[in-house]
């Protein structure tokens, strides 16, 4: 495959947890790459996730990144953004909260459906106008498959798409949306698909992030149902090298499957997290289980790595040891979410 050579990247919500791992990602691994991160500052937008590169937080920073305050859903805003010597977009931005969905899935119907439409128009409308050399990855997540049975084989990138909450569905919607604009339009896009992240700077609703932070001050665990409930554990900076690869590497209209290999149970990980806190099971708390729980998932990665040459290189039990000790040794980050004071420094950010 011929190797593209991103030079100016929009990332769309790179003040989240994924989004912010990646720009870090790229502006350490490659020196000529410039980021503009475009970022509404939702309830998961933390500008303090990048204070090292970002240069408005005092000295040192980055002088290849930006920031630019603005939703998806805004055409001229992002239009402007692409017309300013772009050549790819690394779509994060979402709404990605399965029981936030449950809550309140109007959200995320308008930002990960409506969203991704708009974005999808404006680098439609710029390419018609100045035509270049471009890609468009399109960030997704394992839940548009659906739910797996203990025997069944792992999702590959032929798996019916089988939602099965409100978040799910409006991932699958924003990638049948790319999809077709490769086919009908010509879009230069890539989709990948993820397993479960973990890692530094992950908001603390999260699984892991939530039972160590937890854990730390000695409050119970809660775990849905019986615990039992199977994921495919990736490592953030996996995920960001594998998006790079596929950017870089990767062939256009289709997509890609990213996973760490590692199915495990969410008991055992929460067990793993206790035996590097050194805290007892007796926090353990079990919970009623949530609507529609996906009881495994599990991901098929023959494809990008016969494709690219990508595997993931982080081990379960070094990953949990170093998101541990990231957390322990982060503890006014973490803090500042719970409190929401984080909320309070981006709007002040912001006010300049």
């Known amino acids: 495959m011929t190797r593209f050579a991103p030079h100016r990247i929009l990332v769309t919500g790179g003040a989240g947890f994924i989004g912010s791992n990646f720009v870090r990602w790229v502006l350490e691994q490659d020196g000529a790459a410039q980021i503009v991160n475009l970022d509404a500052l939702t309830y998961a937008g933390n ?32 239009r402007a ?11 994060f931005a979402a709404e990605s909260h399965v029981d936030r969905s449950i809550l309140g899935p109007r959200a995320f119907v308008e930002t990960n459906v409506n969203g991704t439409f708009t974005l999808l128009e404006a680098v439609r409308a710029e390419l018609a106008e100045r035509p270049r050399d471009f890609r468009f990855v399109h960030v997704s997540t394992d839940e548009v498959y659906g739910d797996l049975a203990p025997e069944d084989p792992a999702f590959t990138e032929e798996t019916p798409l089988s ?39 992950q908001f603390p609703e999260k699984l892991i992030p939530l039972m160590i932070t937890r854990a730390l001050a000695d409050e119970p665990l809660p775990v849905y149902g019986d615990g039992k409930n199977v994921r495919d554990w990736l490592h953030v900076a996996d995920h960001a090298d594998a998006i790079w690869t596929v950017l870089t590497r990767g062939g256009l209209g289709g997509a890609y499957n ?56 982080h081990r379960l039990d070094d990953g949990l040891r170093d998101t541990v000790n990231w957390y322990v040794e982060h503890r006014q980050w973490w803090e500042r979410v719970k409190s929401e004071a984080y909320r309070t420094a981006n709007a002040m950010y912001l006010a300049g």
């Open 258 to 313: 990213i996973g760490g290999e590692c199915e495990v149970q969410n008991l055992e990980i929460v067990r793993h997290l206790l035996r590097h806190l050194g805290k007892p099971e007796s926090l353990i708390q079990f919970v009623t289980d949530r609507p529609g729980h996906d009881r495994r998932y599990a991901m098929n990665i023959a494809k990008i790595s016969r494709e690219t040459g990508w595997r993931p290189r």
């Open 81 to 91: 953004l692409l017309g300013q010597d772009v050549n790819a977009v690394v779509h």
């Open 163 to 201: 939602p099965n909450s409100p978040y799910s569905a409006s991932k699958a919607g924003s990638d049948l949306l790319v999809r077709s604009y490769a086919h009908t339009f010509g879009l230069p896009a890539i989709i990948t698909r993820c397993s479960n992240n973990y890692g530094p700077y």
């Open 47 to 78: 500008l303090e996730s990048l204070t090292d590169v970002d240069r408005a937080f005092g000295e040192g920073g980055d002088r290849r990144y930006r920031f630019v305050h603005g939703d998806i859903r805004d055409f001229e805003t992002v």
